[in-house]
């Protein structure tokens, strides 16, 4: 079991900058894939970025390429979510995600956060 709780949303002008963070409880926390995931009014969650347990990232979504940035600390059992350039379309509820296993657009995390909100005002 992993419990994970996000912090570091709120309210920023467009083009500022954010710094998400994710705490994982567990002490496997450096064999599960962590993701970032987004929803915003109206629309379908959407993954964003995915750090897998290889520690290698391997997808970023194309809306946030050369933007937004993830790490993880797996001393701290901590993922971060750097967003830079914010634009007023990433406004959403961001949401972090464990996996046991790999990530992709086609997997649904084994483990949620219970969400952050990111307003990006224009």
């Not at 949303?9 to 705490?23: F, I, M, Y």
């Not at 995600?97 to 219970?114: M, R």
Request: charged share 15%.
């Amino acid at each position: 079991q992993v419990q994970l709780v996000e912090s570091g949303g709120g309210l920023v002008q467009a083009g500022g900058s954010l710094r998400l963070s994710c705490a994982a409880s567990g002490r496997t926390f450096s064999s599960y894939s962590m993701g970032w995931f987004r929803q915003a009014p109206g629309k379908e969650r959407e993954l964003v970025v995915v750090n897998n347990w290889n520690g290698v990232s391997t997808y970023y979504a194309d809306s946030v390429k050369g933007r937004f940035t993830i790490s993880r600390d797996n001393a701290k059992n901590t993922v971060y979510l750097q967003m830079n350039s914010l634009k007023p379309e990433d406004t959403a509820v961001y949401y972090c995600a464990a996996h046991p296993a790999l990530i992709t657009t086609a997997i649904k995390p084994n483990y949620w956060g219970q969400g952050t909100q990111v307003t990006v005002s224009s």
